[in-house]
């Protein structure tokens, strides 16, 4: 099993829509946890940290789950430029190793 | 405040030639990071530094890779030879003091090789 699974997508759905991807990760020990997004042949950026009770920016809603191993990203009315790769980030380990998932396209269509 | 600085952003080598990537972290940032990002896929941490000593290096395939952080600010990354399958952006980042894993890394551009 890979250390953090996402499904590639890509996610095709039209403006104003709601949509939700979710990211799995196989050590329990893991502690911090993140989502970048990243654009098209552009370097990844921090979208937001995935804290334990939840945390919303605007449209945008991340949350962890411990006891099933996953943490999920929610993006309500959905943007032409939301139109991204949405990299699951997941940190473990003694020194907080990195691992990233493979991404997860999304493509917002008029 | 100026990001992370890398160069070359494009090089084109034939296989079994060397190559040689430079990186400069954010002013401050203790921990540095190289990824390897072939396309299509996330990146691959190769290798982690804090300051100037390795935290991790488990992924660098260390018989044709190596990377050194001598005064703990800028970094260089080694291929030598390179292979076909070594074609990737490799990718460099810092994030500030503090435990790292949770800390935002910030990327630079990346360095887009070619191995033909």
């Known amino acids: 099993r890979k250390e953090v699974e996402q499904d590639p997508g890509p996610f095709n759905v039209p403006e104003g829509a709601t949509v939700a991807f979710n990211c799995t990760y196989s050590?329990?020990?893991?502690?911090?946890f993140f989502w970048y997004r990243q654009d098209c042949r552009k370097e990844p950026k921090l979208l937001m940290s995935?804290?334990?009770s939840g945390n919303e920016d605007g449209r945008f809603t991340a949350q962890l789950n411990r006891a099933s191993q996953y943490i999920s990203l929610l993006i309500r009315d959905s943007k032409l430029s939301d139109s991204a790769t949405y990299l699951c980030?997941?940190?473990?380990?003694?020194?907080?190793?990195?691992?990233f998932g493979i991404g997860t396209k999304l493509q917002v269509i008029p | 405040e100026a990001g992370v600085a890398q160069s070359p952003r494009y090089k084109i080598i034939e296989k079994r030639q060397s190559v040689a990537f430079w990186c400069n972290p954010i002013?401050?940032?203790?921990?540095l990071y190289w990824y390897q990002q072939i396309l299509g896929q996330g990146p691959k941490l190769l290798i982690q530094?804090?300051?100037?000593?390795?935290?991790?290096d488990s992924q660098l395939p260390k018989d044709r890779f190596s990377a050194e952080r001598l005064k703990g600010v800028d970094s260089t990354l080694k291929i030598q030879p390179a292979k076909l399958e070594d074609s990737a952006v490799y990718l460099c980042?810092?994030?500030?003091?503090?435990?790292?894993?949770?800390?935002?890394?910030?990327f630079g551009p990346g360095t887009r090789l070619t191995v033909l």
């Open positions: 980030v997941v940190n473990s380990g003694g020194y907080q190793k990195v691992t």
């Open positions: 980042a810092s994030s500030p003091p503090g435990l790292a894993g949770n800390n935002e890394q910030f």
């Open positions: 995935v804290y334990s």
């Open positions: 530094f804090q300051n100037n000593g390795v935290v991790d």
């Open positions: 002013s401050g940032h203790a921990t």
């Open positions: 050590n329990s020990a893991s502690q911090s």
